[in-house]
């Protein structure tokens, strides 16, 4: 498999080195093995001579142009963590050419992917528009802002949709590189994640803070605060918009826009994070948490903690 890392500017180390690093541990575990033979032909490549990363190291890319097509280009995260610093960052010259590469690869059958807030520079080439994606957790409101007509879910660690790979935050690299070597191989990408000792990730709900998504917005913010209050208590759209101040509709409108949810959906979502919490900090049982945050048995909260997070209880009290 031939694979294209298209290195950009302010290049967020970790994401860059963890791609190297697990394609790397792939191919050497595949070279000592006469049962695997797959291989995965790496090229660090970009659109300006001199490459560095955040942390001001210099990347030894090669021009994109000019090459063979790859069977897959890899879009890493750059350094920018937060809207404001991202926004600019978007805006240079060289995102928009680093664009119209990845445009012409999608048009002549390349697979591409992303991860972090590479995503954001996928989704600004138009092409993910009316596919499932996934972003870093906490740039959810910021990328259902700027790209609405992506079907974005933040909760998943990765989303394959038709042409394109994309991937959570920061370490979901990792995640993004094994589902590429898994692709080929389930049996080597097994293997590289017990080399590499890590256990499967499907889910980034587990790590999401609800509140700061909800900082996004006033009214969301507003909503937020009042639904922590009354977890254990039945929930009511019109008693909700009520106390926000604000009617059912343009409740309903607002969450969706900025976590992509309905009220009732987030809602459940923080009794999840609150049941969570107490499963990981108490000695309670399943049916007593259950019974604070609003469930009338342990079985309901097993099966909601399993279907949002991905994780079981005793998974989770085992961590703790």
Same mark, same amino acid.
């Given at each position: 498999?031939?694979?294209?890392?298209l290195?950009?500017? %302010?290049t967020?180390?970790t994401? *860059? $080195?963890?791609?190297?690093?697990?394609? $790397?541990v792939?191919?050497?575990?595949?070279?000592?093995?006469?049962?695997?033979t797959?291989?995965?032909? +790496?090229?660090?490549?970009? +659109?300006?001579?001199?490459?560095?990363?955040?942390?001001?190291? $210099?990347?030894?890319?090669?021009?994109?142009?000019g090459?063979?097509r790859?069977?897959?280009?890899?879009?890493?995260a750059?350094?920018?963590k937060m809207?404001?610093a991202?926004?600019?960052m *978007?805006? #240079?010259? !060289?995102?928009v050419?680093?664009? #119209?590469?990845?445009?012409? &690869?999608?048009?002549?059958?390349t *697979?591409?992917g992303a991860?972090?807030?590479g995503?954001? =520079?996928?989704?600004?080439?138009?092409?993910? %528009?009316?596919?499932?994606a996934?972003?870093?957790? &906490?740039?959810?409101?910021?990328?259902?802002?700027?790209?609405?007509q992506?079907?974005l879910?933040?909760s998943r660690? =990765?989303?394959h949709?038709s042409?394109?790979i994309?991937?959570g935050?920061a370490?979901?690299?990792l995640d993004?590189?094994? &589902?590429?070597?898994?692709?080929?191989?389930?049996?080597l990408?097994?293997?590289?994640?017990?080399?590499?000792?890590? /256990?499967p990730?499907p889910?980034?709900?587990?790590?999401?803070?609800?509140?700061?998504?909800?900082?996004?917005?006033p009214?969301v913010? #507003?909503? !937020?605060? &009042?639904?922590r209050?009354?977890?254990s /208590?039945?929930?009511?759209?019109? !008693?909700?918009?009520?106390?926000?101040?604000?009617s059912?509709?343009?409740?309903?409108r #607002?969450?969706?826009? +900025?976590?992509?949810? $309905?009220?009732?959906a987030y809602?459940?979502?923080?009794?999840v994070e609150?049941?969570?919490?107490l499963?990981?900090?108490s000695d309670?049982? +399943?049916d007593?948490?259950?019974?604070q945050?609003g469930?009338?048995?342990?079985?309901?909260l097993?099966t909601?903690?399993?279907?949002?997070?991905?994780r079981?209880?005793r !998974?989770?009290?085992?961590?703790?």
């Amino acid at each position: 498999m031939r694979i294209f890392i298209l290195a950009l500017q %302010n290049t967020f180390d970790t994401g *860059l $080195s963890t791609l190297l690093d697990t394609f $790397s541990v792939a191919n050497e575990l595949a070279a000592s093995s006469r049962a695997l033979t797959t291989r995965f032909d +790496v090229t660090i490549v970009g +659109v300006r001579s001199r490459v560095t990363t955040s942390h001001g190291l $210099s990347i030894p890319a090669k021009p994109a142009t000019g090459l063979a097509r790859p069977d897959v280009v890899l879009v890493p995260a750059v350094g920018a963590k937060m809207p404001d610093a991202l926004r600019i960052m *978007l805006e #240079r010259r !060289e995102i928009v050419d680093a664009q #119209r590469l990845l445009r012409r &690869w999608f048009q002549r059958g390349t *697979l591409l992917g992303a991860a972090c807030t590479g995503t954001f =520079i996928l989704a600004g080439t138009s092409l993910l %528009n009316g596919h499932h994606a996934t972003t870093s957790w &906490w740039l959810a409101p910021f990328f259902r802002e700027r790209y609405p007509q992506v079907v974005l879910d933040e909760s998943r660690m =990765i989303v394959h949709s038709s042409s394109f790979i994309t991937a959570g935050a920061a370490l979901a690299h990792l995640d993004l590189a094994l &589902w590429l070597v898994r692709r080929r191989s389930p049996a080597l990408a097994a293997l590289t994640a017990r080399y590499l000792v890590v /256990d499967p990730r499907p889910m980034q709900a587990t790590f999401a803070i609800p509140d700061h998504l909800a900082h996004a917005d006033p009214c969301v913010e #507003r909503f !937020e605060r &009042w639904a922590r209050r009354r977890l254990s /208590d039945g929930f009511s759209l019109h !008693e909700a918009a009520r106390a926000v101040a604000t009617s059912p509709r343009t409740l309903t409108r #607002r969450l969706h826009a +900025v976590i992509g949810k $309905s009220p009732l959906a987030y809602f459940q979502d923080l009794r999840v994070e609150r049941a969570v919490h107490l499963l990981q900090t108490s000695d309670h049982s +399943v049916d007593q948490i259950a019974a604070q945050v609003g469930y009338a048995n342990g079985v309901t909260l097993r099966t909601l903690i399993r279907h949002k997070i991905g994780r079981g209880v005793r !998974e989770l009290r085992a961590r703790a």
